[in-house]
């Protein structure tokens, strides 16, 4: 009798969507750079845009604050890196958060974990101290929902609170985007990150939301 192996770990990664594939194969002959004014770079400028726009119609995005990305670990760098490195601000962050997000935190002076309970939920008593506390504008980084434990962050109601004190939220939604909708002008998220290959796309592919008034500074310099 034959034996077919039942994948279920969705949560880690998902296989290709038929859609998707589709398409891959359909673009695998658009090779020109968007850059270029002749028309294989338009037709490939046009494949951009129109990605771009169904990633922001998919968060309730505007279009010019999508960004591509490596994937999602490269989503969350850009994002925190980019925001820390640009202002003078303090980190406050979950330390269940993914592992791209603990080893980018560490590398700096004004990181400091937050206290989460046995369920990964952040401490909003300590959250609010940290906030009550400290001068220096807040950059708080917390993940939507954890992949491993399943537990769902009361977002909007901590971005209301960091929002009061004037500070920043980078939302990590790589874990919650497959399931849970997002909709960044409802939360009024500043920034989040995720990756394409937990919605049955390419590894390697990843997308960062940031509100066009904040500034980052690049990791990559260039056109």
Not at 109 to 127: E, H, M, Q, S, T
Request: hydrophobic share 35%; with cysteine.
């Amino acid at each position: 009798m034959d034996r077919k192996n039942i994948y279920l770990d969705y949560a880690a990664t998902c296989p290709f969507s038929e859609t998707v594939k589709e398409s891959i194969i359909s673009m695998l002959d658009i090779y020109g750079n968007p850059s270029s004014l002749h028309k294989l770079g338009t037709q490939a400028k046009q494949v951009l845009s129109e990605a771009r726009k169904s990633v922001a119609e998919f968060i309730n995005a505007d279009v010019e604050d999508i960004y591509f990305t490596l994937g999602g670990a490269a989503s969350n760098t850009f994002g925190i890196r980019g925001y820390y490195q640009k202002h003078d601000c303090c980190i406050l962050y979950s330390p269940a958060a993914h592992k791209s997000v603990l080893e980018c935190v560490k590398r700096y002076r004004y990181a400091f974990p937050l206290k989460v309970d046995c369920y990964g939920l952040i401490d909003w008593d300590d959250l609010k101290e940290w906030l009550d506390t400290r001068d220096i504008k807040p950059f708080v980084v917390i993940e939507y929902s954890n992949s491993e434990i399943g537990t769902i962050q009361d977002v909007k109601k901590l971005i209301d609170l960091v929002h009061f004190y004037n500070g920043i939220v980078y939302l990590d939604c790589t874990g919650s985007v497959p399931t849970v909708p997002l909709d960044v002008k409802k939360l009024d998220i500043d920034m989040c990150g995720f990756s394409g290959h937990k919605l049955g796309g390419l590894k390697g592919c990843g997308v960062l939301y940031k509100k066009q008034k904040i500034e980052l500074e690049p990791l990559i310099y260039g056109s």
